[in-house]
């Protein structure tokens, strides 16, 4: 028997790319390959790119230039661009980086196994297309490892908002939910495979309307059906966009004991005018009474966001606008970037903000964010939350897991197991995690 092939992944930018990884490894388990967690002893690299950060697709030329010798000393090695940098510069990459054996956009990855034969006969490989094939059916029978407690489920992907900073319509495609039946399957799978937490993901996963047995179901309607399954304790989702919050989404988070108290909900802005010319169809004002719905269904809920400092034509009196809403909604946790530009997306031919304007426009909203964080950590010290423990401490006895929350608990002396849920009292609030005693 030969010697399984090592397999080599690295994975930019957000959780549905770890999603599209996990199956992209699953999709070359069924070739021989086996993942390794060094590039130096691999046969194959992939790099699962996103395009959403600042200059995404210069660091991945730049990751690409690094690989240089390495290919040299082993010219049997097969280098791979994926996702969504991969379906935006397709061409262009094999273009500028000859090492580069093959090129796989988002949609098309279920293709791996073929594109990566013709590459170990000397082919170039380019696939960037939207086929109208289904790339989770496609990968359904692939060979499949135990998991980890928690997981990531696409539901939904693509998008039609066409925010005016956002290359996703471009890059993903347009919307499109799963049926319901195969998204049930697959997590019904994943349980048996040990997991007790799925994590739904699309770009804009509320905006889910997926084929049922009775027609399509809402997001929440799917959620319920999810609910139904013997072993999954956990249900979170994200990302959301406000202008999707139905009215049954937010009841469920009231009345679905598996859903967790948890929304990540963007804003990106607090000016009407910003929020306009980013083309977001909500203003500051619907977001504000919608958290103040959503919270009126499950008080404890916590807040998380997303905020883009610097937007062309963002004036003191605009940015102002969402330092006063951050203060309003308090959240309790956030994201915030400062603006860069994203060829063929409408804002990138605006009028620019002046660089240092956006600095420190950057540093006092995070400032405001960290201070927010810090109070609604504090303020889990005396409560009680459960706790799905996923791996151990560094200290001997300590194990970690994530709260209700989603906070990071680290719990000493505990005598559980990975993949155990447990209530836990939290006693102290550090930095960027809480520390917690078992209950019992």
Known sequence: MSAPKKLFIKTYGCQMNVYDSERMAEALGGEGYVE??????????????????????????SELGRFKGLKAEKPDLKIGVAGCVAQAEGEEIMRRQPLVDLVVGPQSYHRLPEMEAKAREGEKVLDTDFPEEDKFEKLKNRPKAKRGPAAFLTVQEGCDKFCAFCVVPYTRGAEVSRPADRILREAQDLVERGVREITLLGQNVNAYHGAGPNGDLTLAQLIWELDKIDGLERIRFTTSHPNDMQDDLIEAHGTCAKLMPYLHLPVQAGSDKILKRMNRSHTAESYIRLIERIRAARPDILISGDFIVGFPEETEEDFQATMDLVAEVKYGTA??????????????????????????????????LTKQQREVQDSMVGREVGVLFEKAGRLPGQMVGKSDYLHAVHVAECNRQVGDLARVRIVSSGANSLAGELIG
């Open 36 to 61: 390794t967690k060094s590039a130096d002893d691999a046969d194959m690299i992939l790099l699962n790119t996103c395009h959403i950060r600042e200059k995404a697709a210069e660091k991945v030329y």
């Open 335 to 368: 994201y915030s970037f400062k603006y860069s530009t994203r060829p063929g997306t409408p804002a990138a031919e605006r009028p620019q903000v002046d660089p240092a304007a956006a600095d420190d426009r950057l540093q006092r909203l995070q400032a405001l």
